[in-house]
């Protein structure tokens, strides 16, 4: 199957700090990425849709300012939570789809960020 | 509203036996259906692929089912690993597969 990358697994910053997280799709280009997240024992919460060359679509609810999505190629999208707080502390995972076939979403390894 | 709910929240189960995992949906328009594993700390794995027509497919030990008319998936785990345990989760493709409602998962710890 397609394999999508996620870097880095896990990072630990300070409050007030920006972070940013990648998202790789190694085989194949995405057009479109999507970016969750999960609280413990939770579900996936979809938080934003990543458009190559354009916007991304924000979630109701999702602060577009804090959670900065870039989308600059057909195989890179980037997450960058700005200005961390200990309460954006949770494990993000990106996904991506093939080309023309909506059927699988294949997700990145996830990234667990603790703001201390 | 679309939604997906599964059965039970949490299990734990000796080591080689077996068990069943429910997924039931309110879902439309309806395209594909796939159970996913999770892992702690990682990110979702596809185990299998449910379409409208299908009933039944296997996946080595996993074995998915689906009754469209009610609504309803399982997915059944035949002689269970150690590293079953994990976090399995229902995801339910609208819209032509543009949208997916996730369950709430189904938290699965295989004791020895």
């Known amino acids: 199957g397609a394999v999508v990358s996620q870097h880095p697994s896990r990072v630990i910053c300070k409050s007030g700090t920006s972070v940013k997280i990648e998202c790789r799709s190694l085989?194949?280009?995405?057009?479109?990425m999507f970016w969750y997240r999960q609280f413990p024992k939770q579900s996936l919460m979809l938080m934003a849709t990543s458009n190559e060359g354009s916007k991304a679509t924000y979630e109701q609810g999702v602060e577009k300012d804090k959670f900065l999505i870039n989308h600059a190629s057909l195989t890179l999208s980037t997450l960058t939570v700005t200005s961390a707080h200990p309460e954006d502390s949770s494990f993000y995972i990106c996904?991506?789809?093939?080309?023309?076939?909506?059927?699988?979403?294949?997700f990145g390894q996830g990234t667990r960020l603790t703001v201390v | 509203k679309n939604q997906v709910e599964q059965s039970p929240q949490s299990l734990i189960i000796l080591e080689g036996k077996n068990c069943t995992l429910q997924c039931n949906y309110t879902v439309s328009p309806f395209s594909n259906l796939r159970w996913y594993k999770q892992d702690t700390g990682r990110g979702p794995v596809s185990l299998t692929i449910m379409t409208f027509s299908e009933n039944t497919k296997s996946n080595g030990r996993y074995t998915a089912t689906l009754d469209a008319d009610t609504k309803q998936s399982s997915l059944h785990i035949t002689a269970s690993q150690l590293s079953d345990s994990a976090s399995y989760i229902c995801v339910v493709f609208t819209g032509g597969g543009n949208k997916l409602t996730f369950g709430t998962g189904t938290q699965l710890k295989v004791e020895l």
């Open positions: 996904s991506a789809r093939l080309p023309l076939k909506n059927t699988e979403a294949f």
């Open positions: 085989d194949f280009q995405a057009t479109t």
